[in-house]
């Protein structure tokens, strides 16, 4: 049995770590072979995700401000940095020609946004913790990649890199945050590892759906 909050970290991310090819359309951008259009998608999907976990995010540190301060602690950083993001996206949308006016949101890229609700409305705010943490390593990698090959291969700038680099950057704060929290569940034990594990599979379940639907778009 995992006795530290730092060792369940460790060993939940790698337990939830995402199959290397369950995602078909990141190596396509890396490649410089994704279309614009898709980029574009992705932008849009994303003016839609990244208000909805702010949203939640808020909500779950409203929640857990009495009986959970270390989690509320890092869900109100998570709710601060995707503001931040929001307002980076703007360029990225921008530099693909992304038409919101026009567009329909894919059902398979808002399942994770609406999971995340669920999450923010039922979970114990230690379990999300953990599961949040897990599934960010992932996305974190994944924002590296494309924020490589925007510039690489696409010729995007920096202002219109900046939401995959502002994700792509390590957080020592958060990262902090994170420990704070699980240890704190851990010690009062408000932290049930198996619900925090079948969270996290979910959201990296839907983390693949928001990707394998993108790499469907024309």
Same mark, same amino acid.
């Given at each position: 049995?995992?006795? %530290?909050?730092?060792?369940?970290?460790?060993?939940? %991310?790698?337990?939830?770590?995402?199959?290397?090819?369950?995602?078909?359309?990141?190596?396509?951008?890396?490649?410089?072979?994704?279309?614009?259009?898709?980029?574009?998608?992705?932008?849009?999907?994303?003016?839609?995700?990244?208000?909805?976990?702010?949203?939640? /995010?808020?909500?779950?540190?409203?929640?857990?401000?009495?009986?959970?301060?270390?989690?509320?602690? /890092?869900?109100?950083?998570?709710?601060?940095?995707?503001? #931040?993001?929001?307002?980076?996206? %703007?360029?990225?949308?921008?530099?693909?020609?992304?038409?919101?006016?026009?567009?329909?949101?894919?059902?398979?890229?808002?399942?994770?946004?609406?999971?995340?609700?669920?999450?923010? #409305?039922?979970?114990?705010?230690?379990?999300?913790?953990?599961?949040?943490?897990?599934?960010?390593?992932?996305?974190?990698?994944?924002?590296?990649?494309?924020?490589?090959?925007?510039?690489?291969?696409?010729?995007? =700038?920096?202002?219109?890199?900046? /939401?995959?680099?502002? /994700?792509?950057?390590?957080?020592?704060?958060?990262?902090?945050?994170?420990?704070?929290?699980?240890?704190?569940?851990?010690? =009062?034990?408000?932290?049930?590892?198996?619900?925090?594990?079948?969270?996290?599979?979910?959201?990296? %379940?839907?983390?693949?759906?928001?990707?394998?639907?993108?790499?469907?778009?024309?």
């Amino acid at each position: 049995m995992t006795h %530290t909050a730092r060792d369940l970290l460790t060993t939940t %991310t790698a337990t939830l770590a995402p199959d290397p090819n369950a995602n078909p359309l990141v190596p396509r951008i890396a490649a410089g072979t994704a279309p614009r259009a898709t980029l574009a998608a992705l932008a849009l999907e994303q003016t839609w995700v990244i208000p909805a976990d702010r949203r939640a /995010f808020e909500f779950l540190a409203e929640r857990s401000a009495v009986t959970d301060p270390e989690a509320a602690a /890092f869900f109100t950083t998570l709710a601060q940095g995707e503001a #931040l993001a929001g307002e980076r996206l %703007t360029a990225f949308a921008r530099a693909c020609g992304a038409d919101e006016a026009s567009y329909e949101p894919l059902p398979g890229c808002q399942a994770y946004p609406a999971y995340v609700a669920w999450l923010a #409305l039922n979970a114990s705010p230690p379990d999300v913790v953990l599961a949040l943490t897990a599934n960010f390593s992932a996305w974190g990698g994944y924002c590296a990649t494309i924020a490589t090959a925007l510039r690489d291969h696409y010729g995007f =700038t920096d202002e219109a890199c900046a /939401f995959f680099d502002f /994700f792509a950057e390590p957080s020592p704060d958060l990262d902090r945050l994170a420990t704070a929290a699980v240890q704190a569940g851990l010690d =009062t034990g408000r932290l049930d590892e198996m619900s925090a594990c079948r969270y996290g599979r979910l959201l990296q %379940t839907y983390e693949a759906m928001f990707w394998n639907a993108l790499s469907a778009t024309p």
